[in-house]
């Protein structure tokens, strides 16, 4: 085989492709950019790596200025890691041909992110909230420029990879980040609630999907006396109610204490008969697993936060 040859025509495929047909030519650039790695992958094994410099001086000057070392390295790299993921026919160019179909759900631009990781389970969940969230190529470099994945807990990271069931808590992170155009050198609970309410859209994305904001300083009557919730959300998914403390200290047994007494009261005075029961999140300075450990509803999920100067 030509390998030359083989790779310069479906580079002008595409090419054209591109200009002629607007409908799906992102997934055939992909496609293309697959099988051209398995390309590359095969030359290389018979002419040696140097094979990818010699093929990019030839097609920069044939065909485009884009189709650089770096360029073909990229399309090899993304064959080698998506090839190894259960292949299965596709609407290739080549019927023969056999493409992962997780190398044909995002843009090019998307999966060029997605190689700079190493971990293909860390992949494939940015694949899956890139579905879910329809985030663009600029979103998807800040998640993972926020380690939106290593900030899961590895049980969260179990279930992402084979696919289970999740609960509502899944995927809030630990750390949770919380942006803040001004530095603080001290922060206060007032403070803090602030610059959540602040960027609040921010704030939801960090707790996961479907949160829904219902009101802070939620006032609530427990005999004679008002108590107040720091943050009250609702989350469509699961259909339950999700109070939310704020300490910017490390997690004291009197919290515990504290916000289940308003769950209690939200599950009897606010919760539909359609709800699910109410889960309580305490957002503090520092962890205390022996606390949690010793607590007996499950309900309640601690979690950190991080403040983060733009």
């Not at 107040?228 to 109070?243: S, T, W």
């Amino acid at each position: 085989m030509n390998y030359y040859n083989e790779i310069k025509s479906k580079i002008i495929d595409n090419e054209n492709y591109a200009r002629i047909k607007d409908y799906s030519k992102e997934k055939h650039k992909v496609i293309t950019y697959y099988e051209i790695g398995k390309l590359l992958t095969e030359a290389g094994s018979k002419y040696g790596e140097n094979i990818l410099g010699k093929y990019s001086e030839r097609l920069m000057l044939e065909v485009g200025k884009k189709y650089n070392r770096r360029t073909l390295y990229r399309m090899k790299q993304f064959y080698i890691v998506f090839q190894k993921w259960s292949p299965v026919a596709t609407d290739s160019i080549e019927k023969n041909e056999k493409v992962s179909p997780l190398a044909t759900q995002l843009t090019w631009s998307h999966y060029c992110e997605l190689l700079t990781l190493k971990d293909m389970q860390e992949i494939n969940y940015y694949i899956d909230m890139c579905k879910k969230y329809n985030l663009s190529k600029r979103e998807l470099r800040e998640r993972i420029k926020n380690n939106e994945y290593k900030r899961l807990d590895n049980f969260t990271k179990e279930q992402t990879l084979y696919k289970e069931q999740y609960e509502v808590t899944n995927f809030i992170k630990n750390p949770i980040i919380i942006n803040t155009s001004h530095p603080y050198d001290k922060v206060t609970e007032k403070i803090l609630k602030y610059l959540i309410l602040e960027d609040l859209d921010n704030f939801l994305k960090e707790l996961g999907k479907d949160f829904v904001y219902v009101g802070n300083e939620y006032k609530i009557k427990i005999g004679d006396r008002y108590n107040y919730i720091d943050i009250l959300l609702y989350n469509l998914e699961y259909h339950c109610y999700v109070v939310v403390e704020l300490k910017i200290t490390e997690l004291k047994s009197e919290h515990i204490g504290q916000i289940e007494k308003y769950m209690n009261y939200i599950d009897k005075n606010v919760r539909r008969v359609t709800d699910d029961e109410t889960v309580g999140l305490i957002i503090c300075k520092k962890e205390n697993k022996l606390i949690l450990e010793y607590c007996s509803e499950p309900r309640i999920f601690e979690t950190t936060y991080l403040l983060k100067t733009l």
